[in-house]
């Protein structure tokens, strides 16, 4: 490739010699070990499996629009709810957060791969494989014992079809592919940043990736274990969830939580990595309080792992076990609330750019608060007595996990995704999908809070018509076609703009990190010159650098004037 250079929008000049293009054709796609097109990859495939869940969400939503409804059978909804749950936990919220980690951590550390490539292009494949095994289910029988599988639902005698063997393969190999690439997350990041980048200049989004490895590492023996125990149970004769036999259903409740309530924050902490990184370049301030948000990353981790049992309220468990829970579950407040007060202090007074990503970054934290609130509320063990099967958890569910963690994904997508087509997404479109998506999302779930606080339970098909709960329901149903609107808009703009979007050159929104300071899209080897790292704002110090170079070069070429000494 010929030497050429390029100049990043409002920065710096880029030496394009030793850049090499990618190879061109579908199979050099499905061969690759590049990061950056194994993360595209992960982005169209989970992307995919967000609209078929989606889609799963609004049969239901039309089924319950109305009360006596006929639309489905209890055993139709209920495999329809338990598909929902599956894919958008396993194939869509965890996976696609690892799509923007494999695509961005190596360009923001400085690296020109990933630790190991091949190990990388497996965690894709396997994440495929579990997908595809699982909706293989749609041709003999779909599981129906809801997204967690509780035993003895999910045992021969309750689900004696294919579903639940296929939930359990789903588990292993996206349970294998989410090993894999944390394992691969941890060894790039600990041994291939940039000269310079110290841990305490490492970007926060890398800081939420890491961690999201490392509870990925501690939370997925527990599931893998669990999992193998119920295909035992099923096929080889085992007992350890049958009463029976001797087992006891509460064992899967302990094991899956303990991988379950690590997973909501698995789910989570990437996407407050996500608007750490957006606040400050659209609000054209330092992050507020750059350590306290990575030290409340790892405290939050390390609390996740020591609360599972307030999901395990209405068992049979001592009342000072029930106190432990409680208060540990207060106590996971408090680290996020530092975050959400260093987020509204990077606004504060910032020169704010009114941009897409913004609007979804700024959503997050308030609809996350929404959430948090309701969820302190069924930490008090009393009062998760009384609502914990219930529609209030419904609602408390959705708001931490899509008022959260698709927000914040949806933000991502609008801030990279000029990084990585080279094109800009349509403003336009994009503010009418996030008012779309946040009206239609609160039409949806803000009202199933007085659903559950009126009795509502979870988990049903169908409700008696004198039961108070139409209205509710209908205005849910109604707020979920809007969202699904909101989310299509969004699609049909990324079609679009991926040929025909308008130009975006390297760096549209002057960031940051150092993935701004190569071409967009970048390379196959992502950087000619890798610079060294002086702050947690590496950019900013690269402009500063190339600005006072050309102010330099400009006072050099002043034509020299004639005077008297």
Aim: glycine share 10%.
């Amino acid at each position: 490739m010929e030497a050429s250079s390029a100049r990043l929008a409002g920065g710096p000049e880029i030496s394009m010699h030793g850049f090499t293009e990618q190879p061109k054709g579908w199979l050099s796609w499905l061969t690759t070990t590049d990061h950056k097109r194994i993360g595209v990859m992960y982005l169209y495939a989970t992307f995919l499996w967000f609209i078929l869940g989606g889609v799963m969400a609004l049969i239901m939503r039309l089924q319950l629009a109305q009360p006596d409804n006929t639309l489905l059978s209890g055993e139709t909804y209920n495999s329809l709810a338990s598909m929902h749950g599956v894919t958008m936990i396993f194939l869509w919220i965890v996976p696609v957060l690892a799509g923007f980690g494999n695509y961005f951590v190596p360009l923001m550390i400085g690296a020109r791969d990933m630790a190991f490539p091949r190990l990388n292009a497996l965690s894709f494949w396997l994440l495929v494989g579990g997908g595809i095994a699982f909706f293989c289910s749609l041709f003999f029988e779909p599981p129906q014992a809801g997204w967690t599988s509780y035993a003895p639902l999910s045992d021969d005698a309750y689900s004696p079809g294919g579903g639940i063997d296929a939930w359990i393969f789903l588990i292993h190999l996206t349970g294998l592919s989410s090993l894999v690439g944390a394992i691969n997350f941890i060894a790039t990041i600990h041994n291939m940043r940039a000269p310079g980048m110290s841990w305490g200049r490492m970007p926060l989004f890398v800081w939420s990736i890491l961690v999201y490895s490392y509870l990925l590492v501690a939370a997925l023996p527990a599931i893998a274990a669990a999992a193998t125990m119920l295909l035992t149970d099923r096929h080889f004769g085992t007992g350890f969830f049958n009463v029976a036999d001797g087992g006891d259903p509460l064992l899967w409740q302990h094991l899956f939580w303990f991988f379950g309530h690590p997973e909501v924050y698995i789910m989570i902490l990437p996407a407050f990595g996500i608007i750490s990184e957006i606040l400050p370049v659209f609000s054209r301030k330092p992050v507020f309080g750059y350590k306290a948000i990575a030290a409340s990353t790892v405290t939050i981790a390390f609390l996740a792992l020591v609360v599972w049992a307030h999901h395990m309220f209405t068992t049979p468990t001592a009342t000072v076990v029930l106190a432990f829970f409680m208060l540990s579950s207060f106590a996971i407040s408090v680290p996020t609330g530092v975050k959400i007060f260093n987020w509204i202090a990077t606004l504060w007074r910032g020169q704010i750019m009114m941009k897409t990503a913004l609007y979804f970054a700024v959503a997050l934290p308030g609809l996350f608060v929404i959430g948090g609130i309701s969820g302190v509320m069924l930490a008090v063990f009393p009062v998760d007595w009384q609502l914990h099967d219930t529609y209030y958890v419904v609602a408390h569910l959705h708001y931490v996990l899509f008022g959260g963690s698709v927000f914040g994904i949806f933000a991502g997508l609008y801030y990279w995704f000029p990084k990585m087509s080279g094109r800009l997404l349509s403003e336009t479109l994009g503010k009418l999908s996030f008012w779309l998506m946040f009206v239609g999302f609160n039409l949806t779930f803000l009202i199933q809070h007085s659903a559950g606080l009126s009795g509502m339970p979870r988990r049903v098909y169908d409700y008696p018509a004198d039961a108070g709960l139409t209205a509710y329901n209908l205005i849910s149903t109604v707020g979920s076609f809007l969202l699904g609107i909101g989310v299509m808009v969004t699609v049909v703009n990324v079609l679009k703009s991926v040929k025909n979007g308008r130009r975006a050159g390297n760096d549209p929104w002057k960031g940051n990190t150092l993935e701004w300071f190569t071409q967009s899209p970048p390379p196959a080897n992502n950087f000619d010159t890798i610079p060294r790292v002086r702050s947690v704002e590496p950019m900013k110090d690269i402009r500063r650098e190339v600005q006072k170079a050309g102010k330099a070069s400009e006072s050099v070429a002043q034509p020299v004037t004639s005077g008297t000494s």
